[in-house]
């Protein structure tokens, strides 16, 4: 019999000891816990969320958007112009703080997760005159941002992805840079391999190619449309994303068994366990995520 077995054969040191253990638990409950990055997880609007940014860094995102104005040089974070309130800036509500949290969590964003967390930017304003604004904001992080030099890119432990008023002629003519785009779903067959370093993500209003809303069975022909538009983007190295899409788990399931790779929501949590409860979902997940952007976590700068 061992020490640890006779120790706890006295009723009294074991109750002391179950106790100890609930009281820790109870004050730190998530000692043991660690986030699942959702490979799948596409945070719409987060700045709408109570705590922008950290909502969804709690909840496992790996795709978070953030909508923008550009006035008098600075970048405000909003989704119409009457919201504009000059305090929350790009700056002060994500990259300042992801940087942060980088530095807070030895270098990472979700530990074990070998991919850039995706931060989309949807442009507001004038396309050129906010990327124009942008540039220097994203040189002052580079740090931890993915970038295109010279033909080729270099994953970091974010992304930044442009939508909205995209800057597309501004982009394609640069040698450096620290910015993608996402692409329109409906036009992936158009593009040539010229495209190839500028867009990461292909997304389309849901509306546009499904009328079906659920909770019967997707209808063939919606469903060979919306599959032909992911097969091409994924043959380009696009991940596909319906926004507006029906905020509906069997709508959710039902994307992603067509190949759907990001599922748009404002329902943080509820994405969050319906990714989480399927064992098969995160698996079919992880497979997914290898054919895109991933970095060595010991080369990613």
């Known amino acids: 019999m061992t020490f640890q077995m006779r120790l ?20 730190n409950p998530n000692a043991n816990a660690q986030t699942v990055a959702l490979a799948n997880g596409f945070a719409h609007n987060d700045y709408w969320h109570k705590r922008p940014l950290f909502d ?8 978070i958007e953030a909508d923008i104005y ?26 300042k703080p992801l940087l942060d949290y980088v530095n807070k969590n030895n270098g990472k964003i979700y530990p074990g997760y070998n991919h850039p967390v995706t931060l989309m930017i949807d442009i ?9 604004a942008l540039k ?11 970038r295109y030099s010279a033909g080729k890119v270099y994953p970091g432990l974010v992304t930044i992805v442009l939508s909205g008023h995209k800057p597309v002629k501004m982009i394609s003519a640069e040698n450096n840079r620290f910015a993608f785009i996402d692409e329109d779903l409906r036009l992936v067959g158009r593009d040539t391999l010229s495209f190839a370093n500028i867009y990461t993500m ?3 209003k849901y509306s546009k190619l499904l009328n079906w809303r659920g909770p019967d069975i997707l209808p063939d022909i919606e469903k060979q449309r919306l599959c032909a538009f992911i097969k091409i983007a994924h043959k380009s190295g696009r991940k596909v994303r319906l926004w507006a899409s029906p905020e509906d788990t069997h709508v959710w399931e039902t994307l992603l068994a067509c190949g759907v790779d990001l599922i748009n929501t404002d329902r943080l949590e509820e994405l969050k366990n319906f990714l ?3 064992k098969a979902i995160l698996a079919s997940s992880a497979i997914r995520e290898h054919d895109f952007l991933t970095f060595p976590a010991d080369k990613a700068k």
């Open 8 to 27: 706890f054969d006295t009723p009294l040191v074991l109750l002391k000891f179950l106790s100890i253990t609930f009281l820790t638990l109870l004050l």
């Open 136 to 146: 220097p904001l994203l040189e002052k992080y580079s740090e931890m941002l993915s």
């Open 276 to 278: 989480t409860k399927d």
């Open 70 to 95: 550009e006035r008098d040089g600075r970048l405000i974070v909003a989704h119409l112009f009457p919201e504009l309130n000059y305090s929350r800036t790009l700056e002060n509500l994500y990259l």
């Open 124 to 132: 507001k304003s004038d396309a050129e005159r906010t990327y124009s």
């Open 202 to 204: 292909a997304s389309c």
């Open 56 to 63: 969804a860094l709690e909840n496992g995102f790996t795709y």
